[in-house]
């Protein structure tokens, strides 16, 4: 493995159109500051890079609907979001932001270099243009009906309804966001990057040259390169976002998707503009992404595409992406509320940053979606945090001052069973390196866990509040080892609960340290005077956890009340309206996914008379889609047919939403004909 002389870690820039809640921090800036941290003791040259998201069309979006400007949109939620994350320990070097003078330079100058280098195509295409208000309609400015679930709102990019990926011209019936007026197609010219020319280096780069990337970011890349890349627009007709720099390109500014990554090196040249460079460019700096599982393709492929066709820069050494954490067996949802925020956690929990830390490094999604539930919260403090590591310290502490006054006493002679201790916990040090330099943050916290619990069972087994009644010297030995574990535990967690470990070194009045004195027993000095002891963590009890819990409950019956209003709001139709609908079962022959389109499902219905292929947004909801293969669904039969994704859908597949946004299948209870008709 090359060893590098420097490492530069990115996180995912958040989109400043909202607070951030505890998905953004298990998922990504926890572990990204754990392996910060973990460099930092061990005296690596290390630059932790973060800002914010700040354009793109759903900021527009906001700012219309609250009438303010995109800028202070931008501006309010990039300073709750820097506040959260200073609120929680993560040590960016600097978060900055998109919308800075410095990053339009950089992005400008990358885009010019590769447009020299001839590295875009340019294409024209037709493209929504709004008569009334004189500009072109990105997808979000454009509703209309839903060609799936005629849902009479759904943007041009997709349902919120069904849920389905869309274009633009799949919808019925479109209209303009900004006007309300019916748009007209016009010829608009854009800049792709040719993907497609990329893929032959970038299969060897990925697929031959980083198999030791974690399996769910190696899986999606070698899934979309084996699907075949296709060019990307790298810009779009929009008034917010940074102005394509090149002539005749009025109107038009760079696609969020190719601005937002430049970010990290234009925050990086603000920090450091007379050396910024060398963190990226010079070939012995190691480039890590930190991220969520929905940004692994332009952080793997796309932005590595962009990197490459500008020439001068280095290409990312790993990007440890996550999977998605759940609330209480629900995928969280903003639009929803179905969150906890972060802001709102410090206001419920002052004080209780690393419990929170502590508990989505436990659940951390590494490999795959996990759950975060109030009572596992709640169990992991009080089992956990409470009863293993904070009572070992309270005890090792506690004793100490009221034997020898605070003062750390002198080694005497250690018998059998204190030997046997030291060695349980020898290989600690080795272990947590290990998986933190594979990043298994989950793991390593576990690990270093295992020391507390060392420490506690040791206490507990040596009884010295008891010992003292005979044998003060072997009290000595006890409370001097007991402290000297203490002392690691506040080196080995300092990663992972920065307060905490803080809280403990000045306890332990200790002073100077860093990772290579993990392991050692002399890390505190005979008669060396202690601080005052305190209590690490405290026990959260039922009430409070039940408030939470009913917080979310609360929030759950408002959505379901919200999706009963908007259900009862269509207007009355005739009867030979609905009469006109034909609506039959049939049987599911074949279903699978569709490739580049996450919530797809490809039916392969039996109608009684023929075959026929039905596309279905629903993919979310049914994992494994061929279960359902062999199952009766229903289906309008009479639907316009509709081009999506290059398939030809003859009908539409009936479901219902229950209030949590999942899909479930319309199926009759017993086996029926295929064809029959509902009535």
């Keep these: 493995m090359k060893q590098f002389k420097r490492t530069t870690v990115t996180s995912a820039l958040p989109y400043a159109n909202g607070p951030v809640h505890i998905g953004h921090l298990a998922g990504v800036y926890i572990p990204a500051d754990i392996y910060v941290r973990y460099l930092r003791l061990k005296n690596e040259e290390v630059l932790f ?5 700040e354009h793109g069309v759903p900021i527009t979006l906001k700012a219309k609907k609250e009438g303010v400007s995109p800028q202070d949109i931008v501006d309010r939620y990039h300073n709750i979001i820097k506040k959260s994350f200073e609120d929680f320990g993560i040590t960016f070097d600097i978060y900055s932001r998109t919308s800075s003078a410095t990053h339009r330079q950089v992005a400008s100058d990358i885009f010019k270099t590769i447009n020299e280098k001839g590295g875009f195509i340019e ?13 072109f309609l990105a997808d979000r400015y454009i509703t209309g009906k839903c060609p799936h679930c005629g849902n009479e709102n759904a943007y041009g990019d997709q349902c919120e309804s069904c849920g389905t990926s869309l274009n633009a011209t799949d919808l019925i019936h479109p209209k303009s966001a900004i006007s309300g007026s019916v748009p007209v197609m016009r010829e608009t010219k854009h800049w792709y990057l040719p993907l497609d020319q990329h893929e032959a280096w970038l299969r060897k780069w990925i697929l031959e040259e980083h198999k030791e990337w974690k399996a769910n970011v190696y899986g999606q890349c070698k899934s979309w390169l084996d699907m075949g890349l296709q060019p990307r627009a790298v810009s779009r007709d929009l008034d917010w976002g940074i102005p394509v720099p090149v002539p005749n390109a009025e109107g038009k500014v760079l696609y969020v998707w190719f601005d937002a990554p430049i970010g990290y090196i234009s925050n990086t040249k603000e920090l450091l503009p007379d050396s910024w460079e060398k ?17 692994i393709v332009f952080h793997c492929i796309v932005f590595p595409a962009v990197l490459k066709a500008e020439g001068s820069y280095i290409l990312p050494d790993n990007v440890p992406a996550n999977e ?9 949802s903003t ?40 009572k596992d919260f709640q169990a992991r403090n009080n089992n956990e945090l409470v009863a293993i ?14 034997y020898y006054e605070g003062i750390v006493p002198s080694l005497g002679t250690m018998t059998d069973y204190d030997k046997q201790t030291l060695e349980e916990f020898v290989n600690i040090k080795t272990n947590v390196e290990k998986l933190l330099n594979n990043f298994r943050f989950r793991d390593a916290q576990k690990e270093a866990m295992t020391l507390a ?21 072997r009290v000595a030995t006890i409370m001097h080892l007991s402290l000297q574990v203490a002392a690691n535990l506040a080196i080995a967690f300092e990663p992972f609960l920065p307060f905490t470990s803080k809280k403990l070194r000045t306890m332990l009045s200790m002073k100077n340290f860093n990772w290579s004195d993990l392991g050692k027993m002399d890390l505190l000095a ?36 919200a999706n009963f209003k908007a259900a009862t709001v269509k207007e009355n139709v005739a009867f030979e309206d609905f009469m006109k609908m034909d609506i039959r079962v049939g049987t599911v022959l074949n279903c699978e996914r569709v490739p580049k389109a996450d919530k797809l499902l490809k039916f392969r219905i039996a109608d009684g008379l023929q075959e026929r292929t039905i596309l279905s947004g629903i993919a979310q909801s049914y994992p494994n889609p061929a279960e359902l293969i062999g199952t009766q669904v229903c289906f309008i039969a009479n639907f316009e047919p509709r081009k999506l994704r290059g398939i030809m859908s003859e009908g539409m597949i009936l479901s219902a939403e229950n209030a949590d946004g999942k899909l479930v299948l319309i199926q009759p209870k017993v086996e029926v004909s295929n064809g029959a008709e509902v009535k």
Excluded: C
């Design 49 to 53: 890079i973060g800002g914010s998201d």
């Design 123 to 135: 294409k024209t295409n037709e493209q929504y243009y709004d008569e009334s208000a004189q500009q």
């Design 279 to 295: 963190w990226w460019k010079d070939p012995e700096t190691r480039l890590l992404h930190f991220i969520g599982k929905d940004n």
């Design 324 to 332: 998605f954490l759940n609330l209480e067996g629900d995928k969280i």
């Design 335 to 374: 639009s929803r509320n179905w969150a906890v925020w972060l802001h709102e956690y410090l206001e419920d929990f002052p004080g209780k940053q690393d419990v929170l830390r502590y508990v989505l490094t436990a659940n951390a999604p590494e490999t795959k979606d996990n759950d975060f539930t109030w």
């Design 389 to 402: 590591f904070g009572n070992f310290i309270n005890r090792a502490l506690v004793l100490t001052q009221k």
């Design 453 to 473: 619990r060392i420490g506690n069972k040791y206490l507990a087994d040596t009884e010295p509040w008891k010992v003292a009644k005979t044998d003060m010297d």
């Design 526 to 561: 005979v008669g060396q005077q202690l601080g005052t002891p305190e209590l690490l963590f405290d026990k959260i009890e039922d009430e409070t956890i039940d408030a939470q819990i009913k917080k979310l409950q609360d929030t759950k019956i408002a959505n379901e009340t």
